[in-house]
């Protein structure tokens, strides 16, 4: 990594958690790190800052939270490198995180060591992308009528999970994973798990 001093700004409403991140920063040399815990404080960072070389951005903060607010953000800072963090680590989240033109997407049950190589490959120019998460939403089963939820939810029935669980991985509620649930069985034409399951397999 160049010498030049590196402008790091973490945004994220926890301040538990950007101090968190502040300290895993401080393994990378020669860097300045400033905070925002919400959008109006990011745009004021940028617009008072020179340069700012990296944004840690939290999805789930106030002001973002969806694909409109992070391509705003991505439009006023266009010579920084966004890396949208959050524990909605859904492929729905990441692609859309994605194509609004953020240079990366951590999860937050992401380790320390994965972190940094995620920020360093930022660095050297590439783009850092989940590769399992959006393999998992390739291989899913589609079906003409299901939105890009409940094709994730019906892969998720696949592989056993629970509404509980499903509600964990996705950052739902799990009356809203019931909801979605319901949504499926009635487009797929199925009344359980084990009929979704064995339509699927019908399907690969």
Not at 70 to 85: D, E, F, G, W
Request: one cysteine or more; glycine letters at 4%.
């Amino acid at each position: 990594m160049s010498n030049t001093r590196l402008n790091f700004l973490i945004a994220d409403d926890h301040a538990l958690f950007r101090e968190g991140i502040a300290l895993v920063l401080q393994k990378l040399d020669n860097i300045r790190i400033d905070h925002a815990c919400n959008a109006k404080e990011i745009i004021t960072r940028v617009e008072q800052t020179p340069v700012i070389d990296v944004l840690l951005l939290d999805y789930n903060m106030p002001g973002v939270s969806c694909q409109e607010n992070v391509q705003h953000i991505c439009t006023v800072a266009p010579l920084t490198a966004i890396i949208v963090m959050s524990a909605d680590d859904s492929p729905s989240t990441i692609e859309s995180c994605l194509n609004v033109g953020v240079n990366g997407f951590i999860s937050k049950a992401f380790s320390s060591h994965d972190m940094l190589e995620a920020i360093k490959l930022v660095l050297s120019g590439e783009r850092y992308v989940p590769d399992m998460k959006l393999c998992r939403s390739a291989t899913a089963p589609t079906h003409p009528e299901i939105t890009a939820r409940q094709r994730e939810i019906w892969q998720y029935i696949i592989d056993g999970d629970s509404n509980k669980v499903i509600a964990h991985h996705l950052a739902l509620s799990e009356n809203t994973v019931k909801q979605h649930v319901s949504a499926l069985f009635r487009h797929l034409g199925v009344h359980s798990r084990t009929q979704a399951i064995r339509l699927a397999q019908s399907k690969f």
